[in-house]
């Protein structure tokens, strides 16, 4: 499966362009990619802060009915961001339920995980931020980025391209994917 790309300079936000693209066009997926986002969105309704040179993109994708459960599916991202973060980073990483990435007990990326329903059809739209070369300031939650951990700053494009292919070979193996197996991986 090939995801199409939609590439910005700058947007208010990942997830609501990949909501807009999935009501007016018939795009069943893709792949939002921003330099920034003004008004980036966190979990329940929390503002993500967008500094240039860190990755924002937004993977949307049709769900097949009854496929798997939010909660699995908030897992398999989780698994799925890990999995780009280990190209660059060979600590380990730990998950912080629901949707946060840590390292060392701070925060290096989130996934904000929407679903829309539009006539007979399910997507999912998956927004990820990863911190690849700055760290933003949250009140009370440390945060930590790729450059300060490896000493190697990540572009946004190679980290982007990674991500894309991570979920294009793993998109078309959903229908049939046993969580267990995921379960014993996320450890």
């Known amino acids: 499966m090939k995801l199409k790309s939609f590439n ?18 018939n795009n069943k997926s893709g792949i939002v990619i921003a330099e920034k986002q003004k008004k980036g969105r966190g979990q329940y309704g929390k503002k993500w ?24 599916l908030t897992k398999i991202n989780c698994f799925l961001v890990k999995k780009l973060l280990s190209n660059f980073y060979k600590g380990k990483v730990s998950i912080k339920n629901p949707n946060d990435l840590l390292v060392n007990n701070m925060k290096i990326s989130g996934i904000l995980q929407e679903s829309l329903s539009r006539l007979d059809e399910t997507f999912i739209i998956v927004g990820i931020g990863v911190n690849l070369i700055k760290s933003p300031k949250i009140k009370n939650y440390f945060t930590t980025n790729l ?8 572009n946004p494009k190679i980290a982007t391209l990674k991500l894309k292919k991570i979920y294009e070979s793993f998109i078309p193996i959903l229908p049939e994917f046993n969580i267990k197996n995921l379960d014993r991986n996320l450890k």
């Not at 300079?9 to 009501?23: E, F, P, Q």
């Not at 450059?147 to 990540?154: F, M, N, R, Y």
């Open 147 to 154: 450059l300060d951990l490896t000493g190697v700053k990540i």
């Open 49 to 72: 802060t967008s500094i240039k040179g860190n990755l924002f993109v937004s993977i949307f994708f049709q769900l097949n009915n009854g496929q798997l459960s939010m909660k699995d």
């Open 8 to 25: 910005f300079k700058v947007i208010n936000s990942t997830n609501d362009l990949a909501i807009r693209i999935i009501k007016n066009t």
